[in-house]
Every structure is written in structure tokens, then in C-alpha cells.
């Protein structure tokens, strides 16, 4: 019974590589051996249920085990993103849905990411304290070790958050790129690059425009 339970294993494994007639191969020989064991194939189907559990079993525990390493594996949805702060705590961007999200990305060697930063501070300073609004400075860097002491010295007292591959679901190629996600966590509209004195109002505008947005309104192409 051992090799027939081996056999059951197989065909109910799910696996992209086997072909469906190596599954009915396996299926054949299943039965054949259970026959011989048994006389008839009475009792067989439990037999593949048992498997069908077991396996499914196994692939539940391995999906944990690879979210525990990785919770952003097989996300599509950037707001299913889990990114992480500075001091290693998570921020699941679920969490923020029905707010307004300004995602800023941006780096420690990036000359026009430090002049940007300012205008942020302002465009932040106009909306006060509404709590349907959130800024969210992301990190690009590769060597995030280097982001500490950046933040100490220039004394960015804001929490920064490491973009964990969300730059790469949002195919930000360049830096500094802005991209703000509406109230039903849909990208609104991004801003590559900046002009410096057309940022403070053109990204408050835009803002205003996300905040005001329904569930019907399109989302903004412009760049």
C-alpha cells in the first residue's frame, strides 16, 4: 500500500511541469497496484482524498513559511504591499486604504531628492492635520545602511519607510518620482521628476483632486 499511496501523492500533486498524460500514467498505475492489493478498486477514492488532503496541507504550510520570509511574494496589488520602517516595524498599505497616500520615492545619493524633500514639508504643512491624507517617504536605496545616518544628519524627523520591491510593482524607473493612491487604494496619478517652483502647487492640486475622487472618477494619466 506504501507505493500506492506514493502514487496517489503524485497525481494529486499540483505541478506545472507534469503533463497531463504523466498524470493519467500515474493514475493507471495507482489503480493497478491498489487492485492487486485489494482485488477491486473499492476504497481507492478515499485513498486520494487522504493524498489530495495531505498535499494541500503541505502547500498551506509553505506558502506561510514563504510569506514569513517574504510578505510581498506573489502580491500584484500594491496596496497588499507590506513595507518596512526604519526601525523594522511593518506598515501593511491595506491599512491606509480609504485615505489618501502620497508615496515619495526617493534615495540618499539623489541631489534632487534633497531639494524635493522641503517642498514636501510645505505641501504636507498646507494640509494640517487631516488624518484622510498620508505622506509616505520611500527608500530606494540598496545599501540601506547608509539611510540612518542620512536622516540624523539632515534631520529628517519624519518615519521612512524601504520601498521592500514596491518600487519595482510600480515601475518607478526614476527617482525622484511622486505617486498618489486615492481613497480606494487605485494609483491616482505620479509625478516624474519635479520643477521646483511648480511642485509645491501643482502636487497640492493634485491632492485636492485625489481627496474629492470617487470610486467612478478615472484615474489621472499625466506624468
Known amino acids: 500500500m506504501e507505493?500506492?499511496?506514493?502514487y496517489a501523492d503524485a497525481f494529486v500533486?499540483?505541478?506545472?511541469?507534469?503533463?497531463?498524460p504523466e498524470r493519467a500514467?500515474?493514475?493507471a498505475k495507482m489503480a493497478e497496484l491498489y487492485r492487486k492489493e485489494k482485488g477491486n478498486e473499492t476504497g481507492l477514492g478515499?485513498?486520494?482524498l487522504q493524498a489530495y488532503d495531505k498535499t494541500a496541507a503541505m502547500a498551506l504550510r509553505r506558502t506561510e513559511r514563504q510569506?514569513?520570509?517574504?510578505p510581498n511574494a506573489e502580491v500584484s496589488d500594491p496596496m497588499q504591499f507590506t513595507i518596512s520602517s526604519l526601525d523594522g516595524s511593518p506598515l501593511r498599505l491595506a491599512s491606509l486604504k480609504g485615505k489618501v497616500i502620497v508615496l515619495d520615492f526617493w534615495a540618499t545619493w539623489c541631489g534632487p531628492c534633497r531639494a524635493q524633500h522641503p517642498l514636501y514639508e510645505e505641501v504636507r504643512k498646507r494640509f494640517g492635520d487631516r488624518d484622510d491624507i498620508v505622506f509616505l517617504p520611500i527608500?530606494?536605496?540598496?545599501d540601506t545602511s547608509a539611510v540612518k545616518p542620512f536622516i540624523e544628519q539632515n534631520k529628517w524627523g519624519r518615519a521612512i519607510w524601504f520601498e521592500d520591491g514596491l518600487g519595482s510593482l510600480l515601475r518607478v524607473s526614476s527617482?525622484?518620482?511622486?505617486?498618489?493612491i486615492?481613497?480606494?487604494g487605485k494609483i491616482f496619478t505620479r509625478m516624474n521628476g519635479f520643477v521646483p517652483e511648480k511642485f509645491v502647487d501643482q502636487l497640492t492640486e493634485r491632492i485636492k483632486e485625489a481627496l474629492d475622487a470617487g470610486p467612478e472618477m478615472k484615474a489621472d494619466k499625466r506624468g
Open 3 to 6: 507505493a500506492v499511496r506514493h
Open 13 to 20: 500533486l499540483e505541478d506545472p511541469k507534469t503533463a497531463e
Open 25 to 27: 500514467k500515474d493514475r
Open 46 to 48: 478515499d485513498l486520494v
Open 67 to 70: 510569506r514569513q520570509r517574504d
Open 139 to 142: 527608500n530606494t536605496d540598496e
Open 175 to 180: 527617482i525622484p518620482t511622486t505617486i498618489i
Open 182 to 184: 486615492d481613497k480606494q
